[in-house]
């Protein structure tokens, strides 16, 4: 059997640790079958919180990365899965 993993694209997520938003993305990514998500803690390496919004141009967390392509915060992150985009951009 494939590592399920090596089927999804790779995950960066800006975050902090007590977001609940944060939260809510990865629950929901998990629920997708994604095993690793590569987490960039802005509240604990500010540097990262300049280098976010440069990538962004956005202040808000979460930020995600699916691949190359930026989907942006969590509520972005629902409406492509409602739209049934999530899955094949998980798919690369």
Do not use: W
């Not at 640790?17 to 990514?29: G, S």
């Not at 590569?38 to 930020?63: C, F, G, H, S």
């Amino acid at each position: 059997m494939a590592n399920p993993q090596s089927e999804h694209a790779k995950i960066t997520m800006y975050s902090t640790t007590v977001c609940p938003y944060c939260q809510r993305a990865e629950m929901l990514l998990k629920s997708k079958g994604v095993t690793a998500i590569d987490k960039i803690l802005i509240d604990q390496a500010p540097e990262k919180r300049d280098e976010m919004i440069a990538r962004t141009q956005r202040r808000t967390v979460p930020q995600i990365f699916i691949g190359n392509t930026h989907v942006g915060g969590f509520d972005d992150l629902a409406a492509l899965d409602r739209a049934g985009g999530l899955e094949p951009l998980l798919r690369g």
